[in-house]
């Protein structure tokens, strides 16, 4: 019931509190859209319309054009959970972008929070 009710919300609604969150530790609006791209494959342009057309959170991971072979290295605890061991496919992404984000925010290189 929770998953169902995260899926319903835009990615828009939530967009702008990721930035926040990493805008408070020093970080960057082009960060987080960086952080975003990589993980989902959005470009620039098709992040953009993903916000203006208000996709929902869940419209918005299975409509990516690509999710980054390197995000099943992403291990960690988000919300207590950890994030390797979460089976829903669709749950697991949208903690895969908290937990960049968290990483971000706490000033982890972007070469190591984009597992490069």
Do not use: H
Not at 23 to 39: F, N, Q, Y
């Amino acid at each position: 019931m929770a998953n169902e009710r995260i899926f319903k919300m835009t990615f828009a609604s939530v967009y702008p509190l990721y930035i926040q969150k990493a805008e408070r530790k020093g970080r960057t609006k082009a960060e987080v859209d960086a952080v975003i791209c990589w993980l989902t494959g959005y470009d620039e342009s098709g992040l953009v319309a993903q916000i203006e057309a208000a996709t929902s959170l869940g419209d918005f991971f299975e409509q990516a054009p690509q999710i980054n072979p390197k995000a099943e290295a992403i291990t960690g605890v988000v919300c207590g959970v950890r994030v390797e061991d979460i089976e829903d496919p669709l749950v697991q992404k949208t903690r895969w972008l908290d937990k960049l984000i968290d990483e971000l925010a706490k000033g982890r290189p972007m070469e190591k929070v984009l597992r490069v």
